[in-house]
C-alpha cells in the first residue's frame, strides 16, 4: 500500500504537473488582479510555501495516515486509496518570483519566508489540547471534505476527521510543527 498522498514525493511525473498547474493557476491569477488594480497599486499575499520543491508536507501526511489506518481496518477500500492524491503544491520562494517576473504586470517589492506555528492557539494556555486539535482538524475539513467525498464517499467523513482530531491531539502533545509562509509585496507596473 502506498504510504503517500501528497504529490511532493516519489512520483516525479504528478509533481511536475502540479508544479505546472500551479504555475498556470497562480499566473492567471496574476493576470486577473492586473485587471482590477491600478498602476501604483499594492496587493499583498500571502501563501503556504516550502523550502524545495519536494517538501514533504508532514501536515497532509497526517490525514493520510488516518486514512491508511481506515483501509487497514477494512473502511475504505484500498483500490480507492491507492488512487489518492492531494491536490497541494507549496511553492518555494523561487518559484513565486520567477511566475511574477514571467507574467509581468507586477513590479515585486518584497517576498519575504517566516515560520509559522501550527498551533495558532499556543499562545491560548486556557486551551486544552484537544480543542486545539479539533480547531486545526476543522480547518483541514474546510478545504478538503469536497475533495474527500468525492473520492471516499461520505459516510467516511465524520469518522475520518474524528480519528484525525486524535491523532493530531497526539502530534501536538509530542512535538511543535511550524510551516512556512510566503509574504509577497507588488505594486502593478504602469499600463
Same mark, same amino acid.
Given at each position: ?5 501528497? @504529490?511532493? $514525493?516519489?512520483? &516525479?511525473?504528478?509533481? $511536475? ?5 500551479? !504555475? ?5 491569477? *496574476?493576470?486577473? +488582479? ?27 501526511? *497526517? ?7 481506515? @483501509?487497514?481496518?477494512?473502511?475504505? &477500500? ?12 507549496? &511553492?518555494?520562494?523561487?518559484? @513565486? ?36 486539535? +479539533? ?10 471534505? &469536497? ?5 471516499? !464517499?461520505?459516510?467516511?467523513? /465524520?469518522?475520518?476527521? /474524528? +480519528? ?5 491531539? $497526539? ?16 505594486? +502593478?507596473?504602469?499600463?
Amino acid at each position: 500500500m502506498k504510504s503517500n498522498i501528497c @504529490v511532493t $514525493k516519489g512520483v &516525479p511525473l504528478i509533481t $511536475k504537473a502540479y508544479q505546472e498547474q500551479f !504555475g498556470d493557476d497562480f499566473t492567471l491569477f *496574476l493576470r486577473s +488582479r492586473a485587471e482590477e488594480i491600478v498602476s501604483g497599486g499594492r496587493m499583498v499575499l500571502t501563501i503556504k510555501g516550502s523550502t524545495e520543491a519536494e517538501d514533504d508536507m508532514w501536515d497532509i501526511q *497526517l490525514l493520510g495516515m488516518t486514512l491508511m489506518d481506515m @483501509v487497514a481496518e477494512g473502511l475504505i &477500500p484500498e483500490e480507492k486509496f491507492r488512487r489518492f492524491y492531494f491536490p497541494l503544491h507549496a &511553492p518555494t520562494a523561487e518559484d @513565486v518570483r520567477k511566475l511574477i517576473e514571467a507574467e509581468g504586470s507586477f513590479k515585486l517589492c518584497k517576498l519575504e519566508t517566516f515560520m509559522l506555528n501550527w498551533d495558532v492557539h499556543a499562545e491560548q494556555p486556557t486551551l486544552d489540547l484537544h480543542t486545539k486539535a +479539533r480547531f486545526m482538524a476543522g480547518t483541514y475539513r474546510a478545504g478538503a471534505e &469536497p475533495l474527500l467525498i468525492s473520492d471516499f !464517499g461520505e459516510s467516511i467523513v /465524520e469518522e475520518l476527521f /474524528e +480519528r484525525f482530531i486524535g491523532r493530531i491531539e $497526539k502530534e501536538m502533545a509530542m512535538k511543535k510543527y511550524e510551516y512556512l509562509n510566503l509574504v509577497i509585496s507588488m505594486i +502593478r507596473k504602469k499600463q
